[in-house]
């Protein structure tokens, strides 16, 4: 079910359903039914947010919401989807959007496949649909989210965790695929305006994470998990959040159209939305 949390234009809100049966063509595409099941299980749900990115990127920069732009949204959405597989695997997670995690139901090894295939299956997307750069693009954010992960796992319950090397996992493992979705919008758009994509993505993704870290505090605390705002405070989590906002802003390259007004918005309305819902 696609469940959005910001504002869109007409024209994004017209592609993502496009976005949504790309994603079930390409986690429904493995020879093995209870694959494609627990595949499509795992990507059945999300804010979807990233697509919204990404398709809004690419209107902002004059580009279309054609095959390229729809299918980079399906690849980083089903990219997600795997890390989360793998995030449920390396927590030991039972359920995940009130669902058995696919290692609660398989175990360990199939799991593992399982997020490895998603993975496989948004670069063969990428290099068959948009470009062998793009391709490109998504091995290099894999390898992002591989060492993010790792940092994680060696970081999360270190009592002498700092908030820098903690910011430093977050980048790598979730700002990387929003820094992704932005590179993405700028090559579908073919402008020359990647170095500024990728700051405002990489900013947007640190914020995501941040607020939703902010949600988890409670949680945190008691099962001792050193997460940003745990080291920092809630207060100082939230101040940082805001500056995240402006540099988001900030980044977004200077055209003049009706979606560049929304990607600027974006990071501050989902900020918005995040803080009156925790209220």
Not at 3 to 22: D, W, Y
Not at 198 to 225: I, S
Request: proline letters at 3%.
């Amino acid at each position: 079910m696609l469940t959005t949390v910001v504002p869109t234009l007409p024209m994004i809100a017209e592609a993502l359903p496009h976005v949504e049966s790309n994603i079930r063509e390409l986690v429904t595409s493995s020879t093995l039914s209870r694959v494609n099941d627990a595949s499509r299980r795992v990507t059945a749900s999300g804010k979807r947010l990233r697509s919204i990115v990404i398709l809004t990127g690419t209107l902002a920069l004059g580009g279309a919401l054609d095959k390229r732009a729809i299918t980079s949204a399906a690849c980083v959405e089903v990219l997600h989807a795997g890390s989360l597989v793998h995030d449920d695997l390396m927590d030991n997670a039972t359920e995940r959007r009130g669902v058995p995690t696919i290692n609660a139901d398989w175990g360990v090894g199939p799991a593992l496949l399982v997020g490895d295939l998603m993975l496989a299956k948004a670069g063969q997307a990428a290099l068959r649909d948009i470009s062998a750069e793009a391709a490109g693009h998504i091995a290099a954010a894999v390898a992002d989210l591989v060492e993010g992960q790792f940092m994680e796992v060696l970081d999360l319950h270190d009592r002498g965790r700092t908030a820098d090397r903690a910011l430093k996992s977050i980048e790598l493992k979730t700002a990387t695929l929003f820094r992704l979705g932005c590179v993405l919008a700028n090559h579908c758009a073919g402008t020359g305006e990647e170095r500024r994509m990728a700051e405002y993505g990489t900013a947007f993704g640190l914020l995501f994470q941040l607020v939703d870290d902010v949600l988890d505090l409670e949680e945190d605390q008691r099962e001792g998990v050193y997460s940003y705002p745990f080291i920092e405070g809630t207060d100082r989590t939230l101040e940082l959040c805001h500056d995240l906002a402006r540099q988001a802003a900030d980044a977004v390259p200077d055209h003049d159209n009706e979606a560049v007004a929304l990607l600027r918005d974006l990071p501050g309305a989902y900020l918005d939305w995040a803080i009156a819902s925790v209220a």
